[in-house]
């Protein structure tokens, strides 16, 4: 239910299932999951936790995927803690914590290379090299994450891999590569379409908008109707925090031309509805715009 963007539906499952884990006092067996093995409880908390940063609890998120790391730890089982590591590294990077991104990822990068996993060294140096791009140049390392992510895709694996092709994108945009950007976000949709999996569709297709709106005013229609499509599909799932970046990103587009007060309108209530988080970048970014905008809007002495 969570891949295929059913969030409201996936939360009591997972909640039921960390209940029915604490309750043996987590002495379930590991049970392969998709494309790894781990412990139920570990998975079913780091699963909750992206689930509530998607619905707009991104501290509950938090808590959620660290306990997830601490009972991985506890129950000292290295699949676990690997995927642990990783869902900690995909909350943080929901949060937009760059730096806390990147020492995550070096542990899962550490531990996937000791005990030989392949996959998870792979999709941890992907997140570590997205994460040091926020700060270095960007070049080599995009290069080495399209290696890698083809390196994903050449073991049959798709789950997971529009988030990762967002981050490539997310590159080549801070390289000042809009085009080959809007090129992977395209592939990443495509994906979608194809597998099914559509937690990131939302987002995907805000992307694509801010994407199309950068290349100018040919493009600007099509980019106001990705954005649009991208709050509907997040209004849709109850997936608030996709919803708050789509709100954003069209309220930017409706102040630049003109329409401020349709901008506010739309703005307002996304961002009033949140009730924590509200220090993550996210929270900041709409508030500092909707501040912006009810300045604008009030009448001159």
């Known amino acids: 239910?969570?891949?295929?963007?059913?969030?409201?539906?996936?939360?009591?499952?997972?909640?039921?299932?960390?209940?029915?884990?604490?309750?043996?006092?987590?002495?379930?067996?590991?049970?392969?999951l998709g494309y790894s093995l781990g412990h139920s409880g570990v998975f079913s908390k780091c699963h909750l936790a992206f689930v509530r940063w998607l619905l707009g609890y991104p501290d509950q998120a938090l808590r959620a995927v660290e306990e997830a790391l601490a009972l991985a730890r506890e129950l000292r089982h290295p699949q676990s803690l690997i995927y642990a590591l990783h869902a900690t590294c995909c909350v943080r990077q929901y949060r937009r914590e760059t730096d806390s991104v990147g020492e995550a990822a070096q542990a899962l990068v550490e531990l996937a290379s000791e005990y030989g996993f392949d996959y998870w060294r792979i999709?941890?140096?992907?997140?570590?090299n997205w994460a040091l791009t926020q700060n270095e140049g960007t070049s080599d390392r995009i290069a080495r994450v399209g290696d890698d992510i083809a390196g994903i895709l050449a073991t049959g694996t798709r789950i997971a891999v529009p988030w990762l092709l967002s981050?490539?994108?997310?590159?080549?945009?801070?390289?000042?590569?809009?085009?080959?950007a809007l090129t992977v976000v395209v592939q990443a949709l495509d994906l979608i379409e194809s597998t099914g999996e559509r937690e990131q569709e939302a987002e995907l297709h805000r992307r694509k908008g801010v994407l199309l709106l950068a290349q100018g005013a040919a493009d600007a229609g099509r980019g106001e109707a990705c954005l649009r499509r991208a709050l509907d599909i997040a209004r849709g799932r109850d997936a608030r925090s996709q919803e708050l970046r789509a709100a954003t990103s069209l309220a930017h587009l409706l102040a630049q031309e003109g329409q401020r007060d349709q901008a506010h309108a739309l703005l307002a209530p996304v961002v009033s509805w949140f009730t924590e988080g509200l220090g993550t970048a996210d929270l900041r970014e709409a508030t500092a715009l909707l501040g912006s905008l009810a300045r604008e809007r009030l009448p001159s002495r």
């Not at 999709?123 to 570590?128: A, H, K, P, S």
Request: glycine fraction near 8%.
């Open 1 to 32: 239910m969570y891949y295929l963007g059913r969030l409201a539906a996936a939360r009591p499952h997972l909640e039921r299932a960390i209940q029915l884990d604490d309750s043996l006092g987590h002495r379930s067996q590991p049970f392969v």
């Open 123 to 128: 999709y941890g140096d992907i997140l570590l």
């Open 167 to 180: 981050m490539l994108a997310d590159l080549h945009v801070r390289a000042g590569q809009a085009p080959d």
